[in-house]
Nanobody, 125 residues
Framework: QVQLVESGGGLVQAGGSLRLSCAASGRTVSSYAMGWFRQAPGKEREFVSTVSWTGARTYYADSVKGRFTISRDNAKNTVHLQMNSLKPEDTAVYYC??????????????????WGQGTQVTVSS
């Protein structure tokens, strides 16, 4: 079993930045690809970004490409999402996720892999 706990969400003005963190624990945590999803009220959960277990490969949704950066620190079993140039449409609950590969993370549904509890990000206009 893998446990994921997000932190770092909050309220920020448009154009500002936030850094989300996900602390992971459990069996073979460092071997998993990790990623982030987000879900706004009334909308489907959408993929944001993922990183391979080595940190060598990263992938981003077109909506955040060039603004968000994903990274991981395997020594601390932690994944980060640096969010810059935030827009009101980035407002959502952000969820940390884990699966066996970046591709598996990108195709995850709510019942797949492992999920954190979510952290709220609100961007004011």
């Amino acid at each position: 079993q893998v446990q994921l706990v997000e932190s770092g969400g909050g309220l920020v003005q448009a154009g500002g930045s936030l850094r989300l963190s996900c602390a992971a624990s459990g069996r073979t945590v460092s071997s998993y690809a990790m990623g982030w999803f987000r879900q706004a009220p009334g909308k489907e959960r959408e993929f944001v970004s993922t990183v391979s277990w080595t940190g060598a490969r990263t992938y981003y949704a077109d909506s955040v490409k060039g603004r968000f950066t994903i990274s991981r620190d395997n020594a601390k079993n932690t994944v980060h999402l640096q969010m810059n140039s935030l827009k009101p449409e980035d407002t959502a609950v952000y969820y940390c996720a884990a699966a066996m590969s970046p591709g598996a993370v990108q195709r995850m549904g709510p019942e797949d892999g492992y999920w954190g509890q979510g952290t709220q990000v609100t961007v004011s206009s």
